[in-house]
């Protein structure tokens, strides 16, 4: 292809470990992150300019641990406004890998183009030896410009692995090959550069999504309480007294809930805030249990706690209807 065909691809910058910096090469978990630019990113690999068309954008440049809604409805706005015009035929977004999956389910669910959108992160930083990012982004950037990536929705691609938003999270704190699906299965692969695709997520986003954030100011305070043996109600009341809409809840198992927790929990939806029943495990599906319906409870499906909060803060800004609520943890 020669390079006035080639797709035009742009690159945000929000930070994370693929822009880290550390004292010495040997230094694999202790360095700072958000260090580097974008364009120190995009002349680190070359190579992109062989694939596409390259232009950056610096979003921001921080740790993930510190992302915010704001900055999830500015990405989300900017990721918009890009693919709307002619002169982009794809995204790829360089972050943290520890909410990556965060951001990238939030934009799943918001970004209203079929065009791919890919997230890439990096386990090492920059100065790392064997530094992953160089390659992660090389293989974003050839999988944002590939056609065969058009309608899944966002994608997540490290360490060479093809994942959709909804199903793919960070499973190992610190290995090289962190982020899988727990059951569903990747999508596919990145072999030298060319994406290969095998399977399809069948939950709606993007386009299909009925979510709209260009008047959003702010998203409705969802609070996540982690269950555990000899529970209590007191941190339910604290997200109450804080000003929650909604509390997802990590249960045991199969969303089990203590029971003093689970007063706490049904005197809060009495108060209007609606509630979510995940589980703790991190795999598998939670079922709704009549005591959950008859407390207006929402189950979660198979999304993890933080998933579920990002759907249902979005779900909020439409309804506080357990019963429409519950409709769209059925369907996204």
Not at 155 to 178: C, F, M, P, Q, Y
Not at 307 to 332: C, D, N, P
């Amino acid at each position: 292809m020669s390079k006035e065909n080639l797709p035009r691809i742009t690159i945000l910058a929000v930070g994370g470990t693929i822009a880290g910096k550390g004292a010495n090469a040997t230094q694999t978990t202790q360095y700072q992150a958000g260090v580097l630019s974008v364009e120190a990113l995009i002349t680190a690999v070359p190579q992109v300019h062989d694939l596409a068309e390259v232009s950056g954008y610096q979003i921001a440049n921080i740790p993930s641990f510190a992302i915010t809604d704001q900055l999830w409805l500015l990405l989300a706005r900017k990721v918009n406004e890009l693919l709307a015009q002619s002169n982009c035929d794809g995204v790829v977004i360089t972050h943290g890998t520890d909410t990556l999956e965060e951001t990238a389910y939030f934009l799943h669910l918001t970004v209203k183009s079929d065009k791919p959108v890919v997230m890439v992160g990096a386990m090492r930083p920059a100065t790392a030896l064997g530094a992953d990012g160089p390659l992660n982004l090389f293989n974003g950037v050839a999988l944002a410009a590939s056609e065969a990536a058009r309608g899944h929705g966002v994608l997540i691609s490290l360490n060479g692995r093809i994942g959709s938003a909804r199903e793919t999270g960070k499973r190992h704190t610190v290995a090289i090959d962190a982020f899988g699906p727990p059951e569903a299965g990747l999508l596919g692969d990145m072999v030298d550069g060319t994406p290969h695709f095998y399977y399809k997520s069948m939950r709606k986003h993007t386009v299909k999504s009925e979510f709209g954030i260009s008047d959003l100011r702010q998203l409705p305070r969802v609070d996540i309480v982690f269950g555990h043996s000899q529970d209590t109600r007191d941190l339910v009341d604290a997200a109450v007294a804080a000003g929650a809409e909604g509390i997802v809840h990590a249960g045991t198992g199969n969303g089990g809930i203590f029971p003093l927790t689970r007063q706490g929990l049904q005197d809060a939806n009495k108060r209007g805030v609606m509630v979510v029943s995940t589980s703790r495990i991190g795999n598998g599906f939670v079922t709704p249990k009549p005591v959950d319906l008859e407390s207006h409870f929402v189950a979660s499906d198979n999304l993890t706690p933080q998933k579920a909060r990002i759907l249902l803060q979005l779900g909020l800004t439409q309804t506080h209807q357990a019963t429409e609520i519950r409709r769209m943890f059925q369907i996204y």
